[in-house]
């Protein structure tokens, strides 16, 4: 299927590794233009060093805890790429909270970057998205958002990822009439090399067989699994999708969601 993202010009925070990483590289494979923000510059330097062998990728340091720095950075990616089709949601507190545990910190934080930064990158976009002739919102969630994930996470991250759906499902409602689609995805379990689901297995193998097993195929989901949806439901090919929220778990949860 060609998604028709050929010249399409995508906006992904944090999309320098974990998930925004091969998010990143299925829009490039699929044509699209891509530009990214992170915190570190050698992360971004590596990440567009491999990026720019794929098709054409930019990219600039933005915290997405700090608002001025999150609307810079979406108008500069929006100037320097002459529009914005395609804006995702990526960017979470949710590693930088498991060092903190329970209290102000990890709430503050998952506030500031899960909802008002991802709140404040989409209103910022919006006047370039209102130019698309295909403009899409994805926001990356969690299944921890909807059913109780028994993991070693703090409480902010499913309730902010939850307000994150939210918020989703209402611009869906308001941008839509102006040609603005906005869909969540709550992926399971991912595994990735180097990242969370790799640390439970090194550090807390108990709980990762444990969540191996929950799932009908014994295995956890990958990061091609995750970056597929998204770049459909990025596409035009899903105009007719608007305020979903698409679970991409294999299987793990439980819930039948007539």
């Given at each position: 299927m060609d998604l028709q993202l050929t010249g399409k010009k995508a906006l992904i925070s944090a999309g320098h590794k974990g998930l925004g990483s091969f998010i990143a590289k299925r829009?490039?494979?699929?044509?699209?233009?891509?530009?990214?923000?992170c915190r570190k510059e050698e992360d971004l330097a590596a990440a567009l060093e491999e990026y720019n062998t794929l098709g054409h990728a930019i990219g600039s340091i933005c915290d997405f805890s700090e608002p001025s720095a999150v609307k810079q950075w979406t108008k500069d990616s929006g100037a320097q790429l002459d529009g914005i089709d395609i804006c995702i949601g990526n960017a979470s507190a949710s590693g930088q909270n498991l060092k903190y545990g329970e209290?102000?910190?990890?709430?503050?934080?998952?506030?500031?970057?899960?909802?008002l930064g991802n709140a404040l990158f989409y209103e910022t976009a919006k006047p370039f998205l209102l130019e698309s002739t295909a403009a899409s919102i994805v926001?990356?969630?969690?299944?921890t958002a909807i059913e109780h994930h028994d993991v070693p996470i703090t409480p902010s991250y499913g309730a902010t990822k939850a307000a994150a759906i939210r918020m989703i499902s209402h611009l869906a409602q308001t941008w839509g009439v102006d040609g603005i689609r906005a869909n969540s995805i709550s992926p399971g379990p991912i595994f990735v090399e180097g990242h969370r689901w790799d640390d439970i297995r090194s550090r807390m193998p108990d709980?990762?067989?444990r969540d191996v097993a929950m799932h009908p195929q014994k295995r956890m989901g990958t990061g091609d699994e995750v970056a597929d949806v998204v770049a459909f439901l990025a596409s035009s090919r899903s105009s007719w999708i608007n305020g979903a929220n698409i679970v991409v778990d294999g299987g793990y949860t439980k819930g039948v969601n007539f």
């Open positions: 829009l490039l494979e699929e044509g699209a233009i891509v530009a990214i923000c209290g102000l910190e990890p709430w503050m934080k998952s506030i500031n970057i899960d909802i926001q990356i969630a969690t299944i709980i990762y067989e």
